[in-house]
């Protein structure tokens, strides 16, 4: 939505004089402690121009909702959701003139839902077999699982500890020692045959 708004030197006086009590703020004026000084002093130290765009910023922010209710009721509906703030371009900013500017709003967009009701689609039947549901016990079985302490040789399906000592041609490798490292003779993931030489 777009909005193009016009305020004319009257509507615009009381921002001048809030820019002005803003401006005198962040300027010292011979004799007044900051913040105390006589607008139109305040004026005389002040680019012409800084004053007009405080002025505007205040106005814009000021106005800002009592603009937006309006065209919402000049567009007649009440169903337009904002959907974040405006974008403000400046179109006339000049001393003695209406300040007129152009507002461009986003909006949320108006949804039809269409007669879903009568889309149809056909189920895909879920076909489990048999393996799937022997790996499925499996795992479940070893969530589900309890160590023992058992003093035999060891077997697959055992988990052992061990301490490795890891070296490529003979060189150590860097952090290659493991102490407990805890292996499942059969489940070689990290040093393929590891099972069979400590079975």
């Known amino acids: 939505m777009e909005i193009t708004v016009e305020l004319s030197t009257l509507e615009m006086a009381p921002f001048s004089d809030q820019a002005l009590e803003e401006l005198g703020k962040e300027i010292t004026v011979s004799g007044f ?7 139109h002093l305040v004026r005389q130290q002040v680019d012409e121009i800084k004053i007009l765009e405080k002025t505007a910023e205040i106005a814009v922010n000021k106005k800002y ?3 937006i209710s ?3 009721k000049i567009n007649g509906t009440e169903k ?3 959907a974040g703030p405006a974008n403000i371009e400046m179109q006339k900013l ?3 003139n209406p300040f007129i500017f152009k507002l461009t709003v986003p909006l949320l967009p108006e949804v039809e839902l269409g007669d879903y009701k009568k889309i149809k689609i056909k189920r895909k039947e879920k076909k489990i ?3 799937e549901i022997d790996k499925s016990l499996k795992e479940l079985q070893w969530t589900r699982r309890k160590e023992i302490l058992v003093n035999r040789n060891s077997q697959l399906g055992d988990r052992v500890e061990v301490d490795l000592n890891l070296f490529i041609d003979r ?3 860097d952090q290659g ?13 990290y040093l393929p045959g590891l099972s069979d030489n400590i079975k």
Do not use: H, T, W, Y
């Not at 020692?177 to 993931?189: A, E, M, P, R, W």
């Open 80 to 82: 337009i959701e904002l």
């Open 94 to 96: 000049a001393p003695n």
């Open 171 to 173: 060189v150590p490798l």
């Open 70 to 72: 309006k065209a919402i």
């Open 65 to 67: 909702p009592e603009i």
């Open 177 to 189: 020692q493991i102490k407990n490292f805890s292996v499942i003779l059969g489940q070689d993931q």
């Open 33 to 39: 402690r900051r913040g105390m000084a006589p607008k």
């Open 129 to 131: 077999g048999n393996s």
